[in-house]
């Protein structure tokens, strides 16, 4: 509604995961969503910087809080997206999101924010149609999962 708010001021930094797994077959992957919990729109989790934490980690523990999945984190970033967001006392800021890729190892049905989020596996062109965020979309359209699989031993390849 405000799309001027992204040319004003300074932008805030957030991070998130963009957490896959492979389903059926090498090229069969997999990405998780969650919905906001105030607008219920399809995002990845993300968050705010934290104390202490580096930003592949704090993506890590907001994957762990929003979604109670846990993995394998690459410390680079595989891209970044900007977004206006609405604060609890109503501002927009604008902000930066670098993402970081979770290879998903493990996930628990008990986890922080488990109920005020619905979260979905879906293929990368149905996670990109979900997103309302051009710049998101584009990062998940054509994901493709950067370095090792994990657990591969060469069979088959």
């Known amino acids: 509604a ?3 708010k992204l040319f004003t001021g300074a932008f805030r930094q957030q991070y ?3 957490c896959f797994r492979y389903g059926g077959g090498d090229d069969n992957v997999e ?3 969650v919905t906001s919990r105030t607008s219920g729109r399809w995002i990845i989790p993300r968050g705010w ?3 202490r934490k580096k930003p592949h980690e704090a993506a890590a523990i907001e994957a762990w809080e929003e979604a109670g999945v846990r993995g394998r984190v690459r410390k680079e970033a595989v891209g970044r997206y900007t977004y ?3 604060l609890d006392n109503g501002e927009v800021v604008p902000c930066v999101v670098d993402v970081f890729q979770i290879e998903v ?3 628990e049905t008990k986890f922080k924010e488990r109920g005020e989020r619905l979260v979905e596996w879906v293929r990368p062109d149905e ?3 979900r997103v ?3 710049e998101l979309k584009s990062l998940l359209v054509d994901f493709r999962p950067k370095g090792k699989r994990k657990g591969r031993t060469g069979e088959g390849a």
Request: hydrophobic share 60%.
């Open 2 to 4: 405000v799309p001027e």
């Open 16 to 18: 998130a995961a963009l």
């Open 31 to 33: 990405i998780l969503l």
């Open 49 to 51: 910087p934290m104390k």
């Open 84 to 86: 206006l967001k609405m």
């Open 105 to 107: 190892t493990g996930a």
């Open 127 to 129: 996670a990109a149609r």
């Open 132 to 134: 309302r965020d051009i």
